[in-house]
């Protein structure tokens, strides 16, 4: 079950210190690299402006902790790189426990968990802790520290590229800037990974491209870079994220809500008799902010497990490769998302090979004696089929004006694949 | 009455050994320029590829029966051309009663008719039978002979064209690759042979097209050297096909189904009064589906009387100029052909010569003197009308832009035409 | 109250002898030029060709009487310039009564008005008079006297451009041609030099063009000289005229009926509970005939109070500022268009200064600690809000896409307008 090799490699993905750029993301592109050589590790160099923004310095953390009086470390960040509040800056100070309390994150709720808290861009430092442990804290004195620095230096990310048939592109985009966490974020460069592999041994009709990206920075800075070339390539894109869990799955549509992407994770979603939470625009979260923002309006839409902000150990230390990912439901979105590119493959939109009706006869497909109504009905289709293979009809389409069910239009796309008379 | 010329010319070419190529196709063009010298007649050469397709070998024959024991003829080609399947390779031999058996084509629902049979791209020979004589035949030995013969030549087709003012083009298609058959062949050569001659005699506005083509093939090697030009140039195209018999009319739309030669079909047969059976693109089956395949997608539509495959004597010697087509029902298609041309020479999608208002005052259009309401409701309703020739209305969408009848819009659309002010 | 003011300078434009031509017009323009100085004065010359029209001959008027057989004035100009049927020509004769009452113009069912009747391109002569006056005539020789003179001379016209920020304009037009009435001409370039003096002290987003034109001539002949301008700047245009009674409230759409200028004019309409009557395009009767021409289909509609060819007192010399347009009238229409200028200025069609998603945290509208949901529903919203921002939208459009109430969006618009993320 490829399920466990994926979750195996998200288990080595696990420890390393991620952020939007620094040492933690270069390591982790490389150990993607060890699956699929084909990726490519790219840099946007710190300052660089892209659109509104600007590439940050690289972060950079050796070590942080809290000690008590008794000088025990309470929060060690060698333990889990959640316990520190990711680019906080440099701090090594004493400190009372109400000063402490306000630096202190936690989540009530879930009162053994760490949260997962940034600042990338205020200066500003902090700790995540167990609601647990720190309404047991003592009113005494606190040593803090955090050994981190800033650097010029790189965002990366990583591009792999799966040429077809075609030069039209297919996209998919994930993360890999969040820390110690298994859905929302080591699910989704976990499985394109093995995605890739699986999809660069395939001879395929459309061009892949993979992308791992810091969340909204680095896609920012990839489309300010590739506008171009996305708006007139790109049919079809989906933003991977949180697809590790098996608990249930979600849809998020993109801003046009009717795209090719869109109606292709529609239709799988159906096909395969998955269940799943329609969301709306309004609940979007991830890459296709950027993906469908004014101006880009790529056609970018999210199939997800539980998505993002919606399951309950979200963005916490309990977002983990023990309880929440699991190679069972890895596997199930590894099996969706071939699913879906199978189906593209498929090409759900035939297009004759030819102008004009083409010769049936010689194909055996229709009547070579022409005789009174001789041809069956099957054959009737067949033409009736080919008479709306313009490329901008989709099966279920063409199977509604042909008066006919899908599964009839389905056989015959298939039948005339085979004959190389529709792609 | 036209009708009586019609059927005498449908007669004249009645005896002619049609195919898809040789030289009965010839014949007929040669007979169409004796009544329209306008006509071209052109040619593909066998072998030559036309999108998906090659133009065939040209067949000749010569002779063709079957004789029983007593050397009597029960089948003889030189009787009815469509004794013979057509395309039936060379064949000489003794056969028995069984075997004869696996080569005839009869219809029993119609035990006194030949069926039309052909096999243009698959070598096989057979003969067509009446029921009735099919079933009386001797448990004995026949002798079945066909004098055919294949070589390199060509495909003919006939053009004609009719220059007008514009050079925007209305197409009409037929076909002449039937042998002795009335409706589903001779009336549509026939009457546009005699459009074509009513046609030159006028000063058009468009430009008139009229082709003479194989069905399917011819249609398709045509489009493939013409395509260009009929994209840029025609506004509509009518398939006229069966067209001679007086039982009924019957409306094929493009795939479109909304295109220009739609409109001005089911304009004319509403404004005729003409109650006919409406079709839909499923039920196609002559040379829209060339126009209007995939890649092609022209505005051709087809306006019939009884559709090929709707009535009893369809592909069978049934269907002969005594019965089915008849001086009447040519008669009426004669007219009902002018009446559409008639249409498309009124300019049914009126536009402005002039930006802004035209001046109506100097063209006792409006009162000169300009007091209170001292216009007419019918002054008022010019300036309506012209505020919307925008050339992409039909009159009858401005009749309903300015709550007034087709009738009252019609009369000021020729009011103004004859003013200049609209084309 | 700028009513007052309004009012009082259509007291001064009152007696000026306006035509479409002559120096009635040229005074009235010179008086609009006393308020703004902006105001340019630009001219046709006669004979010029515009569109389907010639710029007329220039109309001088001094004197015009009738005197009864007593040599007593019983119509007289210098009373009233509507006596005399515009650009009458020149005439000096005894007539009988029969003969003089073919040349006269009057409402029975008004019986003390004058009517207003024109002759701009037909060479005539006549003069109006009230229906009481007319039927009190005796059977007598009158002297009849016109003394006017045609010329080649100007058609001039006044145009008022107020640069904003950016090229995209709004433009508003009236006409300066008809002589002494109020509602029906006064009360339309009265309004509008009084707008264009409030407009010209405020900072504006788009740029401003008011045209005081003769009616039809003179926008057909500003059309045929700026179209290609007009047609890629233009974003909402509106006719304004019959603004100055204050009975009621009155909208025209353009031909389009959905363009900015009704989306516009509409929105003001419903936002200030103004009830109106809505005519339809086919009850235009100003300017809006050329500005949504074929040819020219311009986004123009007409937002009025009492729409001419409505009101009793309409084309007659009981249209005047003492009964029909008054201060109050006036102030209401002023405030009106204000209300449709400063919507305009709000910028209602969002437009984000940057593709992708803009940095919120560094303009203190989103947090820049990332922790769980700590953004606000209003924080979210204003992501919402701008993912919308393609400048297509109307605020109403993106508050229901949104979820959101008009006011929030509205308030987010702001605010996002100041933070310089949206214009």
Redesign the interface.
Known sequence: MEGNKIHKFAKKLWPIDRSITGPGQKKTLSLIKEINKNLKIKKFKSGTKV???KIPLEWRIKDAWIKNSKNEKIIDFKKNNLYV?NYSVKIDKKISLADLKKKL?Y?KSRPDAI?Y??????K?W?FCIEYNKMKNLKDEIYNVKIDSSFSKGHLNYGEILIPGKSKKEILFTTYICHPSMANNELSGPSLLTFISKWLKKRKNNYTYRILFLSE?IG??AY??EN?QRLKSNVIAGFVVSCVGDDRGYSYLPS?NGNSLADRIALKILKKNNIKYKKYS??D?GSDE??F??????LPVCSVMRSKY?EYPE??SSDDNLANVVTPKGLNQSFLLYKSIIKEIEKNEFP?????????L??RDLYP??????SFSKHQKLI??F??????NLYLHEIAK???SSLTEIKKINQLLKKKKLVF
Chains 1, 2, 3 share one sequence.
């Open positions: 659109f509104d923004w509040v994150f989540i949260p808290v940034t600042s990338y861009y205020k500003s902090g909204t896609s920012i489309i300010s506008l801003k625009w309004l979007r902010r950027q469908c923002a004014p101006g880009i309006n902000g979200y963005h297009k004759s090979y030819y102008s004009c009706e083409p010769q006869g010689k070579t004696t022409s005789f009174h109504n033409k009736d080919l008479s709306y293979c313009d490329g004006k042909c008066k």
